[in-house]
């Protein structure tokens, strides 16, 4: 080869080299770019719906739903699974979510799981808050009282505060809680002449009862529950607890209500009195569905009280196991009164669950700072940039599922089509030139027009990173072989270059055309996704057809070479197809010959 | 003109189109860059903000983190870009209600 020949062929080699080097570039970039925008997608619809869990712990699944999906819809995704984890409470949300528009490289799907936890911490200034659910009357006035079971007796208490609350105070507030609050603050013997004088036998819950009546001013009172059984807080350094109605010395019997008979205690206010617990946080576990048998769930709250006796929440805490559980119970049980804590933190998906994919565990705590961002501009922080997008690619295609892949096979794709031109181009013999770019063409057109049959009945083919490169780099190459085809038409001597290298020109045309449907995103350099509509991949696919016609046109030898090829082709088939037939036949013959020759052989007697 | 000088030619002229080419490349290796630190960057800050938690300043030594309502836009400059070329690369992140 001459040096001038050497010369270009290290130049043009050069060019190809850096060129592929720029694709590799939009290769890494692109992958990075359309699976973080899906994955963002998801991360947000995830925290979104756990938001709303851990605002409403009883929030419908159809409100959290609703919350992921329009959050996954506001960043460019839509949802397509949406699954409480965690039974019976949830106590997180996954989702899964999918690129708006079909990409280039199929459906791009990420995956995302919050988790939800709370805390709660009962107040220490005020008495234990009971949520009533809707119980009235009696059952109230009991419910609020049995609440307090477990709190330190202190004379003249009427609040943690104060160190616990006495007698009359826990009258006080029982009534208080149910809706019928007393005059002032009342002292057994205040509640003595409050009350209405019965005898034993009348006594019904939520009626009081009174040592020291028989002497007109009662120094102590309790509320019967029923069953023989007194509620009350009893004295200094016992607790507020049941006893039995007999044992108690009471001599005063009161009512501060209107009768209402047949009135008696649930199974889980029986379960608990006999355990000595708070039958409202029993009450809360069964709701909940963190226990299914009262009696032993009392049990087990008694045990963890006398371990945790100053506080109720570590007490059911240590009875659950779980703190984030503990504090569901304490909110069923105390209402919207106690003030409950939460955190919502992104987790990573279920290894074994069947989601699409998983979430990349791209954040890292605070404290140790965001994965490195390459910084500077000189060739080491260039260096660094793209070990970083390669780490990263490696990241998401051993953690994203089949999402990443994909969009590799994508890339990929267009990564092969520019190397098939740029091959074309290096190629000395002008004939085989032809052939490469005929094959390009041929390419384009099925490509196109796959593309058209899969989102014919969307908005269009969505164009992202290297996709959306490849289109503009598509694009420009079409207008220039346009106009070069066109001077090539107008030289052409021979008739046949003539229409062939006029179809090429017309087919680059049409082509740029259907690109430029797409809009002026194909064109700013800011924009990150492109939409090319139906209409312009039909185009595109008449133009890639024209680009093919074109060159057999010019070409007619290759198309007597495909008949001829064709026809040996269809030859060789009837060969190999009727092979056994003919194989068969030509056995028969034989033998048949051969018994011919075994009969003539056989000597006759006349 | 000889082949040899001919030749001479054009390696001068193989040479400054190699450099043009060779100067793209880095700059499109810089948007890029930029462009993969932004989403990155913007992953991360979203993910934390919807968490309550405060994005460290870690995350913002190398890009501008506004938040304005529910948006979230992360700005990374585009190291050396040339004229007529984008100056920086953004991301955007709606966060939750």
Do not use: K
Request: with cysteine; net charge neutral; hydrophobic share 50%.
């Amino acid at each position: 080869m001459s040096e001038r020949g050497q010369i270009s062929v290290a130049a043009c080699g050069l060019i190809v080299l850096l060129v592929l080097a720029g694709v590799l570039i939009g290769f890494l970039g692109g992958i990075d770019q359309s699976g973080a925008g899906v994955q963002r997608a998801a991360d947000m619809a995830a925290l979104a719906a756990g938001r709303a869990l851990a605002e409403d712990p009883s929030a419908s699944a159809a409100d959290l739903r609703r919350a992921a999906a329009d959050t996954a819809s506001e960043n460019g995704a839509r949802l397509v699974a949406f699954s409480e984890v965690g039974s019976p409470a949830p106590e997180a949300v996954e989702v899964r979510v999918a690129s708006a528009v079909a990409g280039q490289a199929g459906d791009v799907r990420a995956g995302a799981r919050a988790a939800v936890s709370y805390s709660a911490t009962l107040p220490t200034a005020t008495f234990r808050p009971v949520d009533l659910h809707g119980l009235g009357g009696r059952a109230a006035v009991v419910a609020a009282a049995a609440a307090q079971v477990g709190w330190p007796y202190v004379w003249g208490g009427e609040s943690r505060a104060e160190g616990g609350f006495d007698c009359s105070g826990l009258v006080d507030y029982a009534f208080d809680a149910a809706g019928m609050p007393l005059p002032g603050r009342p002292t057994a013997a205040t509640l003595w002449s409050l009350a209405q004088a019965i005898s034993p036998v009348e006594l019904e819950r939520g009626d009081l009862v009174f040592l020291g009546a028989s002497s007109g001013a009662p120094y102590h009172v309790g509320i019967y529950v029923g069953e023989g059984t007194v509620l009350s807080a009893p004295h200094t350094g016992a607790q507020v607890g049941y006893s039995p109605l007999a044992s108690g010395g009471w001599d005063g019997f009161g009512r501060l209500m209107p009768p209402e008979p047949g009135l008696r205690s649930d199974p889980v206010e029986q379960a608990t009195r006999a355990a000595g617990v708070p039958p409202h946080i029993i009450a809360a576990e069964l709701a909940l569905g963190l226990t299914h048998e009262a009696r032993s769930a009392a049990q087990s709250l008694a045990s963890a009280m006398a371990s945790h006796p100053e506080s109720l929440a570590d007490a059911v805490t240590a009875q659950i196991g779980d703190r984030s559980r503990a504090a569901l119970v304490l909110r069923w049980a105390s209402g919207p009164a106690l003030a409950m804590d939460s955190a919502v933190r992104l987790v990573p998906t279920d290894p074994d669950s069947s989601a699409v994919g998983t979430r990349v565990p791209s954040v890292p705590p605070p404290s140790a700072g965001g994965r490195r961002a390459a910084s500077g501009s000189s060739l080491l922080g260039h260096l660094g940039t793209a070990l970083d997008a390669g780490e990263r690619v490696a990241e998401q295609l051993g953690e994203r599922g089949r999402a990443v892949p994909l969009q590799a096979v994508g890339a990929i794709e267009h990564l092969s089509r520019f190397g098939l031109t740029g091959f074309g181009a290096v190629l000395p013999d002008p004939d085989w030139r032809d052939a490469a770019n005929l094959t390009g063409s041929v390419w384009d057109a099925t490509t196109a027009s796959a593309d058209l049959a899969r989102t014919a009945s969307t908005a269009g083919l969505e164009l992202a990173g290297i996709g959306l490169w490849a289109a503009r780099f598509s694009a420009l190459g079409g207008a220039l072989s346009a106009g070069l085809f066109g001077v090539q038409a107008y030289r052409a001597r021979r008739t046949r270059d003539r229409i062939g290298y006029g179809m090429m020109a017309a087919g680059s045309l049409v082509t740029t055309a259907g690109l430029a449907t797409a809009g002026g995103s194909l064109i700013a350099l800011g924009a990150t996704t492109s939409v090319v509509p139906p209409v312009g991949l039909g185009l595109m696919a008449v133009g890639a057809g024209l680009c093919a016609g074109g060159y057999l046109v010019r070409h007619p030898e290759w198309c007597r070479r495909a008949v001829d090829a064709g026809g040996a082709a269809l030859d060789l088939a009837w060969r190999a197809e009727t092979a056994p037939v003919r194989a068969a036949t030509s056995a028969g013959g034989a033998v048949a010959d051969r018994v011919r020759s075994l009969a003539s052989s056989i000597p006759t007697p006349w | 003109m000889s082949e040899r000088g001919q030749a001479s030619v054009e390696l001068v002229a193989c040479a400054a189109l190699l450099a043009l080419v060779a100067v793209a490349a880095l700059q499109w290796l810089a948007v890029v860059r930029a462009h993969i630190a932004a989403e990155r960057l913007a992953d991360q800050a979203a993910v934390l903000t919807a968490e309550g938690r405060t994005v460290p300043a870690s995350l913002r030594a190398d890009a501008t983190i506004v938040r304005d309502g529910r948006r979230l836009t992360v700005r990374v400059p585009v190291a050396a870009a040339l004229p007529g070329m984008p100056r920086e690369q953004t991301a955007t992140a709606l966060l939750p209600r």
